[in-house]
């Protein structure tokens, strides 16, 4: 480049990701994030669909308790990117509803979960539909290649923010990184997104699903900033369903997470006026590792995401930011 700036690419524009790629630019570093999808988000994403519809349809709300995390949710809220979401939660078993005490504060991104992911992407260079493929070590460079063998650059530093198990299938140049994620087990979630003409009647907002396959359910439709959206809920199932049933065609899948929705909510079945499914093959770190990050100095290579010590938004974001202070610190 010859302005001796340190080149940074970042693999995976999810929430470590970009919180990574944020700090590091704002150290002065040339950043470039390399994102598969055509948004940002990764499990974060918001699902748009026909008449306005929005579906939360991988994270449904964070928490705050580490102050560094609080004090940028506190940004995002005065920024109008997130707002407390008051919903009404309870557990749910068989149609039983039992409340659920609100022990803290849950946020949502508004006008959808991908808002902070948008807010933390701004300014960086982001290339979209890039799926990374191989990473080669010439000298200190990290050469990265496109799955469709297009050079994407020659690199001071590599941070790969993807689940374990395809970060792991990427670090072929760093065999010890390697060896230490490929044990790293993840398990799926498989959603359902259904909206209604009319009301439901159900009176609540969320709920932890019990004695079903699934594990949770939304209404999309109660979060703020989705004023004026039909009646729309997020399905998801459990862990262990969703990994027994996780090849199933989505024409196969679809009928069954609706049918457990009635059967968990006790309602006569309603056809929805909108429904699709989706596969999150990687969702869930039963056993995250206990590093927040994890950096190899002398490649100048290093990984983050939230199976690194916290399987929330907020050990996603501090994973990322760990991470970036390890590269910033060289």
Not at 83 to 104: F, H, I, M, N, Y
Not at 134 to 155: C, R, V
């Amino acid at each position: 480049m010859g302005d001796g700036k340190r080149r940074v690419a970042v693999i995976g524009a999810g929430i470590s990701g970009l919180t990574c790629a944020r700090g590091l630019f704002q150290s002065g570093a040339a950043v470039t994030v390399f994102e598969k999808s055509r948004g940002v988000g990764g499990r974060m994403a918001t699902r748009r669909a026909p008449e306005g519809l929005r579906f939360d349809h991988g994270a449904q709300y964070f928490t705050a308790r580490d102050e560094r995390f609080a004090a940028e949710v506190r940004r995002w809220v005065e920024a109008g990117a997130a707002a407390p979401w008051l919903g009404r939660l309870c557990t749910l078993t068989r149609g039983r509803v039992e409340s659920k005490d609100r022990d803290q504060t849950r946020y949502v991104g508004v006008p959808g979960m991908n808002a902070l992911c948008k807010d933390l992407a701004a300014g960086l260079e982001t290339r979209f539909s890039t799926r990374v493929e191989t990473i080669e070590l010439e000298g200190s460079q990290k050469n990265l290649t496109s799955d469709d063998g297009a050079d994407l650059g020659a690199y001071d530093v590599a941070m790969v923010s993807t689940p374990a198990p395809q970060a792991a299938d990427l670090l072929t140049a760093a065999p010890t990184l390697r060896e230490k994620i490929r044990g790293v087990p993840m398990q799926g979630c498989l959603a359902a997104m259904l909206s209604f003409g009319r009301p439901l009647g159900l009176e609540f907002d969320g709920a932890f699903v019990h004695e079903s396959g699934l594990s949770w359910v939304a209404r999309n439709s109660s979060k703020p900033g989705r004023e004026g959206a039909a009646e729309a809920w997020v399905v998801h199932a459990g862990p262990e369903w969703s990994d027994e049933q996780m090849e199933l065609t989505p024409e196969q899948l679809l009928p069954r997470l609706t049918s457990l929705f009635w059967e968990a909510t006790g309602l006569e079945p309603v056809e929805p006026t909108y429904a699709t499914s989706h596969r999150w093959r990687y969702a869930i770190p039963p056993e995250p590792l206990s590093d927040r990050c994890l950096f190899d100095a002398e490649l100048g290579i290093g990984v983050c995401g939230d199976w690194c010590a916290g399987p929330r938004v907020e050990g996603a974001y501090l994973s990322g930011l760990a991470l970036a202070e390890r590269v910033a610190a060289l």
